[in-house]
Every structure is written in structure tokens, then in C-alpha cells.
């Protein structure tokens, strides 16, 4: 009984120090020319080249090595209208909680569905990747579609705030992303997409 109350009182004290430690972060600003390069799951890489900035957000360029593959809205707050899974509230702070729904397609390819997306501050940590080792935000997350048969999925991402942006990126459930191991169509679950460099330009 002694040894249970000494490790209760360890992992309070670890809980303590992490949330004292746990900075209450403000959205940051990006800059004209700001990138960040990361290894996808498919092991190609893809880049994010901020082109311009307003008042109503960033307008990002994607690309996979020297092909560009689209330009987006990336909102102030770092949303966008794709459906991305990486969408975060500000003032982000250890604990905090919200939730978004969005119509999109459905698993079979021609029917829409109801998406139901929530995101928890998990824990502050520290989090290594190709790029480097940050101290980061891990945001654990759930998407749910009204399909019968692919229900639920989690994923987690890490916010680092000195890249000013994700460093790491990884889905689970291996019946809702698909299974890496299917040769025809590999799924997402158990895999990440990781920071492998980044350059941003001061205001």
C-alpha cells in the first residue's frame, strides 16, 4: 500500500509539473516566404509555401517535391475549409476542448456524409522528428462519419510553437484510415507524417 501511494503521489507530481510548465499560447503570424517541408506516409515529401497574407488569413501553396499540387486558405486561426484534420483554438492551452461538422464524401466515393471531428489538448511534451526535437502541444483528436461500416478514427497531432506550426502528425484505427498493409489502396492508421525542415522569416 505504501508503494501505491508513493507512485500516486510521483504521477500528481508529473501531472503537476507539466500543466505548470504548459504555456497558454496566441496564434502565431506567418510571413511571406514561411515553409515547411515534411515526409508523408507515402515517404514522398510535401512542401507549404505561405504566398500571401491579409486580414482574412494565408494563401498556401502545397507541393510534392517540384510539383505543386494546389493553393489554399489557410484561416488566421490555422483552419481551413478542406477538411483538414489540423485545426486549432486560440487562446491553446492545456485542457481545452472543441468540436467542428462538416458535410463531405462518404467512404463508397459518391454518397455525403456527416463528419463529426473533436480535438483535446492532451499534453505538453517533448517531441522528436527529422527537423529536430520541439517542445509541443499534443492534440489527441476523433473523426466520426454516419457510415455504416467505418465509424470512428483517432489521430494526434503536435503544435510546436517555435516552428509556428505541426511538427508531427499520426493516425490510428486501423478499420476507419485502412490498412497500410493493403497493396491496392494503403491506408493511413499507424502511420505519420513528420517535419523535416522548416524556414520562417521574421515580421
Known sequence: MRWLIVGALVVLCVVYTQAADAPTLQAPTWMIGDTWTYQTPTGSQIVYTVLGASENGYTVRSQI?????????????????????????????????????????????????????????????????PAGTFDAYRIDGQQCAEVATHQ???????????????????WAAVPYWGDPQNTKSPGLAGRAEELVSYTLHSP
Do not use: M
Open 152 to 170: 470512428c478514427g483517432d489521430f494526434s497531432f503536435w503544435y510546436a510553437p517555435s516552428a509556428k506550426s505541426f511538427v508531427k502528425e499520426a
Open 65 to 129: 517535391g517540384s510539383t505543386p499540387t494546389s493553393v489554399f486558405l489557410i484561416h488566421p486561426n490555422l483552419s481551413t475549409d478542406e477538411g483538414y484534420f489540423i485545426q486549432l483554438r486560440w487562446p491553446l492551452a492545456l485542457g481545452q476542448s472543441w468540436s467542428a461538422d462538416e458535410v463531405g464524401q462518404a467512404n463508397n466515393g459518391t454518397n455525403n456524409a456527416n463528419w463529426h471531428t473533436t480535438w483535446v489538448v492532451k499534453a505538453w511534451e517533448s517531441v522528436a522528428v
